[in-house]
């Protein structure tokens, strides 16, 4: 819980043929997250079989700036593991500084998990987590609010408002309004985590006497 306010504040048409793979660890093309071939497993990941599918019909999924029949694309289960490579794989991106591949895996494939394994998974919480601090690495702040805040939702009403990871994305949550131009908003969160922090650690924790301290900052200025 280190985070620093600072200073307030193509796909070608037609995608090429490829093989199909039984799981996105099949493809040794998924390195490259910006090429064709990892949004095609994106597709397959994310398609499924739907009520339409199976009733015959089948329906476009649209992949980029290609459209791909949903018939031509097959079942494909999503492990842990799958979960795991992509989130690793963004985060390398993104010290590399390509936060455009980076998010649009992550946010793939956390849309294609959370029905699978559940919003409040562990797992799905640390892609979650990810997704949203490179949003926020990124500039993107409003996205990132948006999902800290959802994190925040869920976390709390599992493991109740003290939690550390519930606490970190409400001082994250702080960071956005202050970068959003809503201090207020950053002020009120803070002053509830500072109580809530309080409680936990004790007034004399350092962690709780720097964040007592950067309230008496911003409303300084």
Do not use: W
């Amino acid at each position: 819980m280190t985070d620093n306010l600072g200073d307030y504040a193509t796909l070608s048409a037609t995608l090429p043929e490829l093989r199909h793979p039984t799981e996105l660890a099949a493809l040794p093309e998924i390195d490259d997250l910006a090429g064709p071939a990892f949004l095609y497993a994106e597709a397959v990941v994310a398609t499924g079989k739907s009520p339409a599918v199976a009733a015959g019909h089948a329906p476009a999924a649209v992949v980029g700036a290609s459209v791909v029949s949903a018939s031509a694309v097959p079942d494909v289960d999503i492990s842990r593991g799958d979960l795991r490579r992509v989130v690793e794989r963004a985060r390398e991106l993104a010290d590399d500084s390509r936060y455009d591949p980076a998010l649009h895996a992550l946010e793939t494939m956390v849309d294609a998990v959370v029905p699978v394994f559940g919003s409040r998974d562990a797992d799905v919480v640390e892609a979650r987590m990810q997704l949203a601090d490179l949003r926020f690495e990124d500039g993107a702040y409003a996205a990132a609010a948006e999902t800290y805040r959802g994190l925040v939702e869920d976390l709390t009403a599992e493991r109740g408002p003290y939690d550390e990871q519930v606490m970190f994305c409400q001082r994250k949550l702080a960071s956005c309004d202050v970068r959003l131009g809503d201090v207020v908003a950053a002020l009120t969160r803070l002053r509830l985590l500072h109580r809530q922090m309080a409680v936990r650690y004790g007034e004399q924790d350092r962690r709780v006497i720097e964040l007592a301290n950067l309230i008496r900052n911003i409303e300084a200025a």
